[in-house]
């Protein structure tokens, strides 16, 4: 055999063969390769759109909680104020309720006070009655004279 035809015999193998790995094995391989490219490329980028959402929704939970920490001290300062609005009012409550009771004893004071100056009146008019009797040295008709007895114990 010739060596110049064993090369040409191989040079048109190799030929073939890279036709036929072109034609059949080749453009589905690239194809393969940059579908494959595409698929990596989208999701690097879902990823960054994935770190970026991330990103945000951290700052939207950072902006939550501190719009929740306000919240909460706005019905702290709430409950507050109203707890202090409650203990004035029961002051207020407590004062007047005593102003009431003042008044009620003071009127209570009154009445006894009248009573008494009565009470002491009759024991007046009792005595009055009693030293004139002896006086006169006849008894007095307190019947009688119970007209002029209440005129006396008006002016006592």
Do not use: C, Y
């Amino acid at each position: 055999m010739n060596i110049t035809a064993t090369i040409i015999g191989q040079i048109l193998t190799f030929a073939v063969l890279v036709w036929f790995v072109r034609q059949l094995l080749w453009d589905p391989m690239t194809q393969m390769l940059e579908e494959r490219k595409n698929k990596i490329a989208e999701g690097l980028a879902e990823a960054e759109k994935g770190r970026h959402a991330k990103a945000l929704a951290e700052q939207k939970a950072v902006e939550t909680l501190k719009e929740a920490k306000e919240n909460a001290s706005e019905i702290v300062g709430q409950a507050q104020k109203r707890a202090a609005e409650i203990i004035e009012e029961a002051k207020d409550d407590a004062k007047s309720e005593g102003a009431r009771l003042i008044t009620a004893a003071q009127a209570e004071i009154d009445q006894q006070a009248h009573q008494v100056r009565e009470a002491l009146r009759e024991q007046v008019a009792s005595i009055t009655l009693a030293a004139s009797s002896k006086i006169l040295a006849k008894e007095i008709d307190a019947n009688a004279h119970q007209e002029i007895l209440a005129n006396v114990a008006k002016e006592i």
